[in-house]
C-alpha cells in the first residue's frame, strides 16, 4: 500500500507558529543558517545527515516521518526508520496521532497505518458532508468539527475511527449539556493528545458556543472537555462564561498527570493547568515570548512552549523553546534557540526540528531520572547556524594610570566570523571601532585596547562597549554588550580627564592651542596626541597660567592677567574647554610673575605664588571655592627680583608639600622645597644653561611614573624633564615631539 503524508501538519503539532486554520497549521521559521546549497532544501548535505528543510511531522517506535518542500514547491514525505534507512512516502498529507500509527490523508480520505501489524484503516471523513473540518488525531481515532444538520444552528464534534471494516462515528458535544438547558457550539479545538487519570487515550477538547437559558440572549462560554478515546463519552471540566477564552490558534497538552491549555484572562495569554485527578490548579503567565505562545507538551511537571511565528518574520528571527514548572510557575528557562516543529511520540516525549546554539536538527526531549525534560540530538543537518556568543571577559574597571594593555575577549560558537568592536566613551560620544578577523584560539577573539581613544588618551569616566560578530557565511550575526569604567589619579596640569599632560601655548597673533600628551613615553620620548585649537582673543592678557583645580573638579584650571590688573580664572569643563571667564579681582597689576598648579601648604589645593617688582614673593592659599578662589595674600619672602622665571612644579623631592624651580638672570636653576606651610627651605642650585628657554612649565606628571614633572621651551627646543625624587639631582632630560621647529612661535606656555 501506498501511505500519503502531507507536507502540513495538523494543529495537534501544537507550534503551528504561522497561519493557522482549523484543520491544518502551516511550518514555521527555519533555524537560523545560511542559505540552501546547490544540494537544496529536501536533500542531505552528507550521508545521515537530515535535510535542511526537512520538518518533523510525526513519531513512534517505527522511527519518524519528515516532510520537506524543495525549491519548486513540491512536497516530499520521508519515513526514517529506527535502523538508520529511509523510505520516500507517497502523497501529500502526513499528521501527527501521538501514537505508532502513521496517519495520512488528503483533508478527506485519511489512513491510519500501524508499521509494526501493518495494520490500517481506511476514514472517509467525506460522510460529514461539506466543510467538515479534521481537528486532531490519536492513533487511528479523527476528530472532526463537521456542520450541524441543516435547520440547526453551529457545528458538532465527531469520534470517527474504523471498527471491524466499518466506520464508526461518535457524537461528543450535546452529551456535555448536563442540564435542562441547551448548548450550541460554533467552534470546536483538540489541543492535546494523550492519556487521563487511569491511563487511558484521551484527548483534550476546547469548545465556544452560547448556553440558552430561556431568559434574553444566549449566553457566550468557552468549555473545556476530556474525551477517553474508548468512550467517546466527554467530561465536562471547566466552563467559563462570557466572551471567548482561547482563540483560533488555541494549543495545549495532556498527560496522566496534567492538562493544560491556553487561555487568555483580563487580554492576557496564560497557562491553565489542571490536575487530572483533580485537586490542582494553577494558572501561569508564560514569560519570553511575544503574543500569543503556544504549547509544545508537557514533560513531567515541565510545560515546553514557545512563540507563535509572525508570518512577516523572516527565517533569520528565532522562534525559542522555553520551559517552566507548572508547579511553581515564575520565568521560562530556554531549552533550544529555535523550533519549527514538533511531534509527539507515544511515551510523552517530543521530537523537535529545531536549533541549539550550536547544533540545528532535529532533537528529542523527553524525561530525565528526576522527571525533568532532557534535550538529546537525533540527527543533524551539518549547517553552520548563525553565531552565538559563547563568553565574555571584559574588566569592569580599567586603571589606565600606566601605559597599560587592556585585554577584552568574547568566545563565540564558531571562529569564522568578522568581530566588531565598539568603545565609546558616555560623556562625549567618542568612539573606537575595530575589526577582530582571526580568533587567538578556537573561537576566541582578543582585543588589548591600547587605551587611546579619538588619537589621544582615552578620557576618564563610565563607556560602553559592544560586539557584533558576523559569520563569513552571511548567517544570522551575533551581537553582546555591557560597560566598564576609566580611572586614574587626577594630574592638575590635565584640562580634558583623561590623565595626560595639557600644555597650553599662545601664539603671536593671540591664539591658544592645546596639545595633549600621551600619558606615556614611547621610544624613550614623550609624544603629543593631538593639537586643538582652545579659542582667539588670548592676546589681551600679560600672563597666563595653569593653576590645577581651583574648585575640586577633575579638570585643571587657567587664570589670566590682564594689561588692567584684572585677574581672571576660566575653570576646565573636563572635556578640553573652558567655561566663561570669572573676574578673581583687580589690583593684580603689580606682580611680574605668576606660579600656580601645585599645593604649597599640604592641605590639598591648588595654591598661587606671585612675585612684585620689589622682589617680594607672594603666597595666595587656595579656598577650594569657584566663586573666591584665593585667600588673603601673605608675604612669604623678598629678593625674588633676581629671578626671571618661576614655576611650581608639585613635590619633586618628596617633601611635606610642592615645590618651586626659579631661574634667575644668569641661567641657573634653582630648586626650593617647600616646608607644607606655605614657605620653603633653604635653595638647591640643579644646575646652569637654563637660560636657552623662554619658558619653564611645572607640568604635572608627564610620564605617569608617580611624580610630578617640567617642560623647557625655547628657540633651542623643547624637553621634559622627568623629576628623579632626588633634591640634589633632581631631573633627568628627555625627548619630546612637542613643539618640535616651533622654538620661536609662542609667546606663553603655560
Known amino acids: 500500500m501506498q501511505h500519503r503524508m502531507p507536507g502540513r501538519r495538523l494543529a495537534a503539532a501544537l507550534l503551528t507558529l504561522s497561519t493557522v486554520t482549523a484543520a491544518t497549521g502551516t511550518l514555521v521559521t527555519a533555524p537560523a543558517f545560511a542559505a540552501a546549497t546547490a544540494e537544496g532544501r529536501c536533500a542531505p548535505t552528507a550521508a545521515g545527515l537530515l535535510p535542511v528543510g526537512a520538518e518533523i511531522v510525526s513519531t513512534g517506535a517505527y522511527g519518524h516521518v519528515t516532510t520537506c518542500t524543495d525549491e519548486n514547491g513540491s512536497t516530499a514525505l520521508e519515513w526514517h526508520h529506527t535502523d538508520g534507512t529511509v523510505s520516500t512516502l507517497s502523497g501529500p498529507n502526513g499528521y501527527d496521532s501521538s501514537s505508532d500509527y502513521m496517519l495520512t490523508g ?5 489512513t491510519a497505518y500501524n508499521p509494526a501489524t501493518s495494520d490500517y484503516a481506511g476514514l472517509n471523513m467525506g460522510v460529514f458532508g461539506y466543510d467538515a473540518q479534521l481537528l486532531g488525531a490519536a492513533g487511528p481515532v479523527l476528530y472532526v468539527s463537521a456542520p450541524a444538520p441543516a435547520g440547526a444552528a453551529g457545528r458538532e464534534l465527531w469520534q470517527l475511527e474504523s471498527v471491524n471494516g466499518f466506520v ?14 441547551g448548548y450550541t457550539e460554533f467552534a470546536h479545538k483538540v489541543v492535546g493528545v494523550g492519556k487521563d487519570a487511569n491511563g487511558r487515550p484521551a484527548v483534550l477538547v476546547l469548545i465556544k458556543g452560547t448556553r440558552d437559558t430561556g431568559v434574553g440572549e444566549p449566553t457566550p ?117 529555535n523550533v519549527s516543529s514538533v511531534a509527539h511520540a507515544p511515551d510523552g516525549g517530543l521530537l523537535v526540528r529545531g536549533a541549539s546554539s550550536t547544533v540545528d536538527g532535529l532533537f528529542r526531549i523527553g524525561a530525565d531520572a528526576n522527571g525533568t525534560p532532557a534535550v538529546t540530538t537525533v540527527v543533524e543537518t551539518g549547517r553552520q547556524l548563525g553565531v552565538k556568543v559563547t563568553g565574555s571577559s571584559v574588566p569592569a574597571s580599567v586603571n589606565l594610570e600606566k601605559a597599560t594593555a587592556v585585554p577584552m575577549e568574547w568566545s563565540l560558537s564558531r571562529g569564522d566570523a568578522d568581530v566588531e568592536v565598539t568603545l565609546r566613551h558616555a560623556a562625549t560620544g567618542r568612539k573606537f571601532v575595530t575589526h577582530l578577523v582571526n580568533p587567538v584560539s578556537g573561537n576566541t577573539f582578543r582585543l588589548t585596547w591600547d587605551g587611546v581613544l579619538d588619537g589621544i588618551s582615552a578620557p576618564n569616566g563610565a563607556y560602553t562597549w559592544s560586539m557584533k560578530a558576523t559569520p563569513s557565511d552571511g548567517t544570522a550575526p551575533a551581537t553582546v554588550s555591557g560597560g566598564f569604567t576609566v580611572t586614574r589619579k587626577a594630574n592638575p596640569h590635565d584640562v580634558n580627564d583623561n590623565g595626560s599632560t595639557d600644555v597650553l601655548a599662545r601664539d603671536a597673533s593671540g591664539v591658544l592651542w592645546r596639545d595633549d600628551l600621551f600619558d606615556w613615553p614611547t621610544g624613550g620620548r614623550a609624544d603629543t596626541a593631538k ?29 589670566a592677567l590682564d594689561g588692567t590688573g584684572v585677574l581672571w580664572q576660566y575653570q576646565g569643563q573636563g572635556d578640553g574647554t573652558f567655561a566663561t571667564r570669572v573676574k578673581v579681582g583687580s589690583g593684580w597689576g603689580g606682580y611680574t610673575k605668576l606660579a600656580g598648579g601645585s599645593d604649597l601648604n599640604g592641605d590639598g589645593r591648588s595654591d598661587l605664588l606671585a612675585t612684585d617688582a620689589a622682589g617680594g614673593l607672594w603666597f595666595y592659599r587656595g579656598t577650594g571655592s569657584a566663586t573666591a578662589p584665593y585667600a588673603t595674600r601673605v608675604k612669604i619672602g623678598g629678593g625674588w627680583g633676581v629671578y626671571n622665571q618661576i614655576a611650581a612644579v608639585g613635590n619633586i623631592a618628596g617633601s611635606s608639600a610642592g615645590d618651586l624651580v626659579a631661574r634667575d638672570t644668569s641661567g641657573v636653576l634653582w630648586l626650593y622645597q617647600g616646608n607644607g606651610t606655605g614657605g620653603f627651605g633653604t635653595r638647591v ?58 622654538g620661536g612661535k609662542f609667546n606663553s606656555v603655560v
Not at 106 to 110: K, N, Q, V, Y
Open 106 to 110: 488528503d483533508g478527506s480520505m485519511f
Open 168 to 181: 464508526r462515528k461518535t457524537k461528543i458535544t450535546n452529551s456535555v449539556n448536563n442540564d435542562i438547558f
Open 221 to 337: 462560554y468557552a468549555l473545556e472537555a476530556l474525551v477517553p478515546v474508548s468512550t467517546g463519552t466527554p467530561v465536562q471540566q471547566e466552563w467559563t462564561h462570557g466572551a471567548g477564552d482561547w482563540d483560533a490558534g488555541a494549543t495545549g497538552a495532556l498527560t496522566e498527570k496534567y492538562r493544560a491549555w491556553i487561555t487568555n484572562v483580563a487580554g492576557a495569554p496564560q497557562l491553565r493547568v489542571r490536575g487530572q485527578g483533580g485537586g490542582f490548579s494553577k494558572d501561569i503567565a508564560l514569560t519570553g515570548v511575544p503574543g500569543q505562545p503556544v504549547v509544545a507538551g508537557i514533560i513531567g511537571d515541565t510545560a515546553l512552549y514557545a512563540a507563535r511565528r509572525d508570518p512577516n518574520a523572516g527565517p533569520e528571527v528565532p522562534t525559542p523553546l522555553y520551559a517552566v514548572n507548572v508547579t511553581t510557575g515564575g520565568a521560562g528557562s530556554k531549552v533550544l534557540e
Open 531 to 559: 593639537r586643538t585649537k582652545v579659542g582667539t582673543g588670548w592676546g589681551i592678557y600679560r600672563q597666563i597660567e595653569a593653576v590645577g583645580t581651583i574648585a575640586g573638579s577633575p579638570a585643571g584650571d587657567l587664570i
Open 685 to 742: 642650585k640643579v644646575g646652569s644653561g637654563w637660560g636657552a628657554f623662554s619658558q619653564l612649565v611645572g607640568a604635572g606628571d608627564v610620564d605617569t611614573d608617580g611624580r610630578p614633572d617640567l617642560i623647557a621651551y625655547g628657540s633651542g627646543g623643547t624637553y621634559v624633564y622627568r623629576s628623579t625624587g632626588s633634591a640634589t639631582a633632581p631631573f633627568t632630560r628627555m625627548a619630546t615631539s612637542l613643539y618640535a621647529g616651533e
